[in-house]
């Protein structure tokens, strides 16, 4: 089979690379030349996909199996993808989000026929524009996509707490080492899933080639369902370190950091469990197999071999000393006021 990554070194899409490879499928990764992650044996095609002429040049004489693209977020980067690839492909999979699905949620189990509305991202709204482009395309001309909607994803590198800092994970265990608090959006007990990227590639690998997914939409996640005080109190055991925590409303938090909005409130502070029976009828051997626990113990050591790994995120840390802060200090006065 041949399969064409665009984007491919990514930390979802590294671990799928790796398992792609390992599975004997002849894989072409499409980026600006990066070879970060790539497995031996497979072809990095050198563009930009955003440069259109300059991919179909890249790509011409290549029919593949299937098309993944890794990096597409607007419907502008799917209307160029469906004129790159019509009549390319048999199977063009588009990575979305399960974030695309109804919030506030109506119903805590999540199935792929969840309502697609997320009033609250632009993210989330561009993603659900994106899928609803591909279908308009497959009932008008059989454009043969799949969508796939990953829910947070995490592995070696990434430390995958509600607030961190993605670009510096390290910062979170910083403030455990100097006695800091971690913040936690509302009181901790809303439940969320969080899935090793290796459990998210037995279920994506699967899908690639595989023409009854056609027209359909999965998401794959672990069945692992836990609190958010529970993952923080698993990251901190993990790191050997006490763990600290202040809980304060989403809204507050919005209120005082709006950029966190979108993540907060259309994602992350809702309760979500995800019915994966789908994906396990069309991908029979899928089975997340790494609870947080364990995963996250890797990831801590993957940072703690090498000091270079433990960057902090100043501008993050400062902006949540204030956040607490301000915070504690509404909390005393609302307290005097209510006493007095």
Known sequence: MKVLFIGGTGLISTACTRLAAERGIELFVLNRGSRAGLPPGATNLVADIRDADASARVLAGHHFDAVVDWVAFTPADIERDIELFRGRAGQYIFISSASAYQRPVGHFLITESTPLANPFWDYSRNKIACEERLMRAYRDEGFPFTVVRPSLTYGDTQIPLVVNSWQLPYTAIARLKQGKPLIIPGDGTSLWTITHNTDFAKGFVGLLGHQQAI???????????????????????????????????????????????????????????????????????????????????????????????????????AQWDRLIDAYERGLRAAVAQFAG
């Open 215 to 317: 027209g359909h939409a999965f998401h794959i996640t672990s069945d692992e369902v836990l609190t958010w005080d529970q993952f923080y109190a698993a990251v901190a055991a993990a790191a050997g370190l006490e763990l600290k925590a202040v809980h304060i409303a989403s809204d507050f938090i919005a209120a005082c950091l709006p950029d966190m909005r979108g993540s907060l409130v259309g994602d992350k502070v809702t309760s979500v469990v995800f019915d994966n029976s789908k994906i396990k009828r069309f991908v029979p051997d899928f089975c997340a197999t790494t609870p947080f626990a364990q995963g996250i113990k890797r990831t801590l050591a993957w940072f703690e071999a090498d000091a270079a790994r433990q960057q902090v995120d100043a501008a993050a840390d």
